[in-house]
């Protein structure tokens, strides 16, 4: 288990708990239209509320970048969030002003308030200390539970965490200890599937990812850079040619740490990127100059499974191909399922991320066959990359240093 300060270990009744939470929820028409990220802060809320703890939620919604922005206040959750709870929410249009220490001075034990949208303060985003005082100055004790916002170093999710005791919300928890397993104490082999348009955009996941897995599989646009780095001709294809070196670089620590990588063997070609274009299959090394790859082949899929197969851990990030154009789905799918029985009838660990894989794997209709699905976005690409997570690293137990 991760070592983290967790609310089941800290003295909650009577004490009034900042908790930072996610409630950076799609709205419309001051509507909230996807009500999950509520919903995933329930059991923390809710467990706070049964120990008797004063609930002040700290939240941000949108950018508005330090001003008051119409469209951007967190009121519209407030109601939605207290039908979820079946209990009031009282809502301060204010973050550390004279009506937000009024509103929590008349909390009562198991009362929530929520209050207005954090980035409507400049101090926020700027980790000012003066500004994580104000807010500190609201609370005896201070919960994150949103992993989605530990990547960043801001006064709600660090700043006012070395000014109050700062414990791991049931949410936060759930998601280190998933993540934890699958890569930094996995049941080994332990495979990566790492998918995406450009390879720019994970660099630093593919640099760590061959130091820390036994086999790393590479689809989407993001391989035909590393196709092109071996000399393969990949046409019309998206390829950062650019980063050719960068590429044989990747390919060649994988080999020093003696991670086995998987490129596509076999592609689907169309010369038209639309739905249902005409279409080649072909050997990648058959793709013709006006041709671009913009899926797997079935005897990559054959291969992928196979290998699968082999393995305890799974880590997935990133589409295989042009998954949302038909029918540049098929690969992505068809490994989906088989990932996803795996897990049913062979007790794999399975643990997906990133905003592209999850719509995927829902699109398969397999997100609830895997262990976890993660839902955080830059956070989890930066665990992935092995970076320190502001957020989750003011968390952390530590050995007291001696004087």
């Known amino acids: 288990m991760t070592m983290i300060r967790r609310i089941q270990d800290a003295e909650l009744a009577g004490k009034r708990v900042l908790v930072r939470v996610d409630f950076n929820v799609p709205m419309k028409d001051g509507i909230v239209t996807d009500d999950t990220r509520l919903k995933s802060a329930l059991p923390t809320i809710d467990f706070l509320r049964e120990?008797?703890?004063?609930?002040?939620?700290?939240?941000h919604f949108g950018r508005p970048k330090g001003s008051r922005v119409t469209g951007l206040s967190l009121e519209a959750v407030a109601q939605p969030l207290a039908d979820l709870i079946g209990d009031a929410v009282d809502f301060v249009d204010d973050v550390v002003g004279e009506e937000a220490a009024a509103a929590v001075a008349e909390m009562g034990n198991g009362d929530v308030l929520l209050l207005q949208n954090t980035r409507f303060e400049a101090g926020e985003e700027a980790n000012d200390p003066a500004f994580a005082a104000a807010?500190?100055?609201?609370?005896?004790?201070?919960?994150?539970?949103?992993?989605?916002?530990?990547?960043?170093?801001h006064a709600s999710t660090e700043g006012v965490a070395q000014l109050l005791p700062a414990y791991a919300g049931l949410a936060m928890q759930r998601e280190i200890d998933?993540?934890?397993?699958?890569?930094d104490k996995p049941d080994r082999p332990l495979m990566a599937l790492v998918g995406g348009a450009k390879v720019s955009s994970k660099i630093d996941l593919l640099k760590n990812l061959v130091k820390q897995v036994d086999i790393l599989f590479v689809g989407g646009g993001m391989a035909n850079t590393?196709?092109?780095?071996?000399?393969?001709?990949?046409?019309?294809s998206l390829c950062e040619t650019d980063l050719a070196d960068t590429a044989r670089l990747i390919l060649a620590a994988a080999e020093q740490a003696g991670c086995k990588i998987i490129l596509?063997?076999?592609?689907?070609?169309?010369?038209?990127?639309?739905?249902?274009?005409?279409?080649?299959?072909?050997?990648?090394?058959d793709v013709g100059a006006d041709e671009m790859i913009l899926d797997c082949g079935p005897g990559t899929v054959v291969e992928l499974n196979q290998a699968i197969d082999t393995c305890r851990t799974l880590i997935w990030n990133g589409p295989l191909g042009a998954f949302e154009t038909p029918p540049f789905e098929a690969a992505t799918m068809a490994v989906a399922e088989h990932v996803a029985r795996a897990v049913r009838e062979q007790g794999l660990v399975a643990v997906g991320g990133g905003?592209?894989?999850?719509?995927?794997?829902?699109?398969?209709?397999?997100?609830?066959?895997?262990?976890?699905?993660?839902?955080?976005?830059g956070a989890f690409l930066?665990?992935?990359?092995?970076?320190?997570?502001?957020?989750?690293?003011?968390?952390?137990?530590?050995?007291?240093?001696?004087?």
């Open 135 to 153: 807010l500190a100055r609201l609370g005896d004790l201070y919960v994150n539970d949103a992993f989605s916002a530990a990547h960043r170093a």
């Open 264 to 285: 596509p063997s076999d592609v689907v070609l169309a010369r038209e990127f639309k739905p249902n274009p005409e279409t080649r299959l072909t050997a990648v090394h």
């Open 355 to 377: 905003g592209d894989t999850v719509s995927a794997l829902n699109q398969a209709g397999v997100a609830d066959d895997f262990t976890f699905i993660s839902t955080a976005g």
């Open 382 to 403: 930066e665990w992935m990359e092995g970076k320190i997570l502001p957020g989750v690293d003011v968390l952390m137990q530590r050995d007291p240093v001696s004087a």
């Open 51 to 59: 120990t008797g703890a004063k609930v002040i939620l700290l939240a």
């Open 226 to 236: 590393l196709l092109h780095a071996q000399g393969i001709k990949v046409g019309a």
């Open 178 to 183: 998933h993540l934890a397993a699958a890569l």
